[in-house]
C-alpha cells in the first residue's frame, strides 16, 4: 500500500471519531514526514506554530524511528466552531488547513506544535503570526498582523518584505541594510552566523570564526538532526600520545521568507518587548541617563530599539559597571549578641491601602522563628523623597494652566518636611526642580515649561528611577504621576520597567486622568457632565487602566483613575495619608547584623487581623537614626 492512502486513511479515522456536535475548541493530531510541508490559511485569525525535536515532543509521538512524527493541532475561538468551519488536506507533501469560518470575520485561532525540520506556509490578515524552534522554513504572510520568530541563529538566512508601508521591526540580532525596491515596497536580506565556539582538540583550543563566506564550527554536542561529523582517536606523530580530535558540526540552516503589507516583523523579540516607537532614532536624555545607570534589563530593552546609537554612545562613556537586572538586596549577615532594633514597616490591606491606627498588641515578631518581645510600635515621622511626574506631552498641549494648577495643588498638600522634585516629560525628560522643602521654588519652576510633542512615560518613568531616586536608595521614597497614561514614544516597552521599580522600593502612585476630561474642566460648557456623546471620549484605554494597576502593585502603591477633576485633590490627600501610614517596630533582638540595613530572611513580622499584610524596609539598631 502506498504512503498517500494511509495518511489519507489516517486522518479519516480521526475526523471520523470526531463528535459532530459543535464546541469552541477542535484539536487533531496527525503524521508526517520530516521535511514535509505544513500550510495553513487563516484570514481571520492568529497562528502559533511552534517545532520541537523528538525527545521534546514525548514518548509515543514518534513513528517509524523518528521518520514520521505527529503534527497536533488546535482551533479556537471564542465562539462555536464546527467541523466543517476547518478544511484540512493532506498528501505526499504534507498538510493543508484552510480555515473557512461560517460567519463574516468570525475569528478562529490556530495553534500548532511540529517536529523539527519541517517546512511551514502561513498566511493571516490581521492575525498575529508567531513561529518558533528549529524549523526548517518559514514562510509568512500578512497584510497587518505582527510576525514573531524565534528561532535559532547558528545559521539563519532570512528575507523580509513590506509591501505597502515602510519598514517596522526589531531583532535581537544584527540585519542587513534596509533596501528600498520599486513601488514603495522595502527589504531586509541577508544571512547570519554565529561565531564558532571554541573546539578543545587534546591540551589545545582551535578558535574558529563564522562568517559570510565559511561554514562555521559549532560545539560538541549539538543538536541530533544536524549533520555531523565523526569523532576519531589518532596518534600524534610527534608525541606519540592519543589526541581526540573532535570535528565540527554542521548546523542546520534555518530560512525565514516573511512578506506583510502594513506589519510588524520580530526576530526573537517577545511581543510584550516591543517599545512604543520602532524607528531607529537618537537617544533621548533619558535614554542616555538610563543607559549610564548600568541597569543590565533596561540598557538591553534600549540596545534592542536602536542599536546603532546605542553602540554609539556607549563608546563614548567609561566601563560601566553592569547591575543585574535583579540585584540582590544589602547583605545582612546575622551574628549572635542581644540587642534592640527597629523596623520600618508598612501595613497594607488587599487593596495595597495602608491600614492606620495600629497598636503594640497587633504586631506579631518572630525571629529564626522565636518570638520576640515588642518594646514599642510607632508611627514613622521621617520625612519622604517624592518626585512629582507631570506629563506635558501634546495630548495636554492647550492645557498647560490646567498641569500647573494641579501640581500646585500637591506641592501645597504633602508635608513641609517631605522633600520634592518635580520632573516633566513628552518626548524627553526635562528636570524642572531638585529635591527641596521650598514651596515657593518649586511653584515658581512649574512656569518654565511648554507643553507638546510625543508621549515618552515609560522612558521618563525609567529615568527616575535611574537618575532622580538611585542616589536615595535606602531612604523613603515615592514617585506620584499625573498623566493620561498612554506611552507613544518610548525605547523601552511597558514590561520592563516592572523588575527596577520592585528594585528601586520606591512607592509609584498614578494618577491618569483622560485628556478629554481636562478639555471639559477647561471649558465653560455646563452641560458638559450630561452630554453623553462627549463623556464617552473621557474615559482611559483599557491598555492604560491595566498598566497603571500594574505599576501601583509591583511597587505598593495605589492606582487612581480619575474621572472627575474634583478627584484630583482627593487623591493627593490620600496619598498625603498613604505615605504617613507606617510603623516603627523596636523590638529586642538576639541577633546583630554586620553590615547593611536590609531585613534577615529569618526575621518576619505578622499582623493579628484579618486581611492585613506587613512588608518590612530598612532594620537599623535603636540606637542609630531613621
Avoid: C
Avoid at 525535536?53 to 471564542?78: P, Q, R, Y
Avoid at 552566523?193 to 563564522?210: F, M, S, Y
Avoid at 508611627?379 to 501640581?407: C, E, H, M, Q, W
Avoid at 505578622?606 to 518590612?616: E, L, Q
Wanted: proline share 5%.
Amino acid at each position: 500500500m502506498s504512503k498517500e492512502p494511509v495518511l489519507k486513511f489516517a486522518v479519516f479515522i480521526l475526523l471520523s471519531v470526531a463528535s459532530s456536535l459543535n464546541a469552541q475548541q477542535i484539536r487533531r493530531d496527525f503524521p508526517i514526514q520530516t521535511g514535509s510541508t505544513v500550510q495553513i490559511i487563516n484570514i481571520y485569525g492568529r497562528v502559533d506554530a511552534v517545532a520541537r525535536t523528538a525527545a521534546a515532543l514525548g514518548e509515543g509521538e514518534a513513528i517509524d524511528n523518528g521518520k514520521n512524527l505527529n503534527v497536533s493541532f488546535t482551533a479556537n475561538s471564542a465562539k462555536t466552531l464546527a467541523e466543517n468551519e476547518l478544511k484540512i488536506d493532506t498528501n505526499r507533501s504534507g498538510i493543508r488547513i484552510e480555515v473557512v469560518p461560517a460567519e463574516a470575520n468570525k475569528r478562529i485561532d490556530i495553534s500548532i506544535t511540529l517536529p523539527s525540520g519541517v517546512q511551514v506556509k502561513i498566511e493571516t490578515g490581521e492575525g498575529e503570526v508567531r513561529v518558533s524552534g528549529e524549523l526548517e522554513s518559514a514562510e509568512v504572510r500578512t497584510d497587518t498582523g505582527t510576525i514573531a520568530a524565534d528561532v535559532p541563529t547558528d545559521d539563519l538566512k532570512y528575507a523580509f518584505h513590506w509591501t505597502a508601508s515602510r519598514p517596522r521591526f526589531l531583532s535581537d540580532i544584527e540585519l542587513e541594510k534596509v533596501k528600498e525596491k520599486t513601488g514603495g515596497k522595502f527589504e531586509i536580506k541577508g544571512r547570519f552566523r554565529l561565531e564558532a565556539e571554541k573546539v578543545r582538540n587534546g591540551d589545545e583550543e582551535i578558535e574558529g570564526r563564522g562568517d559570510a563566506g565559511s561554514e562555521p564550527p559549532a560545539a560538541a554536542g549539538g543538536l541530533p538532526d544536524r549533520d555531523e561529523t565523526s569523532t576519531e582517536r589518532a596518534k600524534d606523530k610527534n608525541t606519540k600520545t592519543k589526541v581526540l580530535k573532535t570535528k565540527v558540526l554542521k548546523p542546520r540552516t534555518i530560512s525565514l521568507n516573511f512578506t506583510t503589507a502594513r506589519g510588524i516583523i520580530l526576530l526573537n523579540i517577545p511581543p510584550n518587548e516591543v517599545s512604543s516607537d520602532l524607528r531607529e532614532r537618537p537617544l533621548t536624555n533619558a535614554a542616555k541617563a538610563i543607559i549610564r545607570s548600568g541597569d543590565s534589563l533596561l540598557m538591553e530593552a534600549i540596545r534592542r530599539a536602536t542599536p546603532k546609537y546605542f553602540g554609539d554612545y556607549t563608546r563614548t562613556l567609561p566601563p560601566v559597571k553592569m547591575e543585574p537586572a535583579f540585584a540582590e538586596k544589602t547583605g545582612v549577615e546575622d551574628i549572635p549578641g542581644v540587642s534592640v532594633k527597629k523596623a520600618a514597616v508598612r501595613v497594607t490591606d488587599l487593596n495595597n491601602r495602608a491600614i492606620a491606627g495600629l497598636e503594640p498588641k497587633d504586631f506579631e515578631v518572630m525571629e529564626n522563628n522565636v518570638r520576640r518581645e515588642i518594646l514599642s510600635v510607632r508611627p514613622i515621622t521621617a520625612p519622604f523623597n517624592l518626585v512629582l511626574l507631570l506629563d506635558v506631552s501634546g495630548s495636554v498641549d492647550a492645557y498647560v494652566n490646567f498641569i500647573r494648577k494641579a501640581a500646585r495643588n500637591f506641592v501645597e498638600t504633602v508635608d513641609n518636611r517631605d522633600r520634592i522634585s518635580i520632573v516633566t516629560f513628552n518626548e524627553d525628560v526635562k528636570l524642572l526642580s531638585r529635591f527641596t522643602t521650598n514651596k515657593t521654588k518649586l511653584s515658581e519652576s512649574l512656569d518654565t515649561f511648554d507643553a507638546g510633542g510625543g508621549t515618552a512615560y515609560y522612558d521618563a518613568l525609567a529615568y527616575t528611577l535611574a537618575e532622580t531616586l538611585r542616589p536615595l536608595k535606602g531612604e523613603r521614597t515615592a514617585i506620584v504621576i499625573l498623566t493620561d497614561g498612554d506611552d507613544n514614544r518610548s525605547f523601552l516597552p511597558f514590561d520592563s520597567l516592572l523588575a527596577s521599580i520592585q528594585e528601586s522600593g520606591a512607592l509609584v502612585y498614578p494618577l491618569y486622568v483622560p485628556s478629554a476630561l481636562i478639555a471639559a474642566a477647561e471649558s465653560k460648557d455646563t452641560n458638559a457632565e450630561i452630554d453623553t456623546l462627549r463623556s464617552r471620549y473621557m474615559t482611559l484605554t483599557s491598555k492604560a487602566e491595566g498598566e497603571g494597576e500594574k505599576l501601583a502593585r509591583a511597587s505598593g502603591g495605589v492606582y487612581y483613575p480619575i474621572s472627575q477633576i474634583s478627584q484630583i485633590q482627593k487623591a493627593y490627600d490620600d496619598i498625603v495619608r498613604q505615605l504617613r501610614t507606617a510603623y516603627t517596630v523596636t523590638f529586642r533582638s538576639e541577633t546583630t547584623a554586620s553590615k547593611g540595613s536590609g531585613a534577615s530572611p529569618r526575621l518576619k513580622i505578622k499582623i493579628n487581623k484579618p486581611n492585613a499584610f506587613a512588608s518590612i524596609g530598612s532594620v537599623l539598631k535603636a540606637s542609630e537614626p531613621e
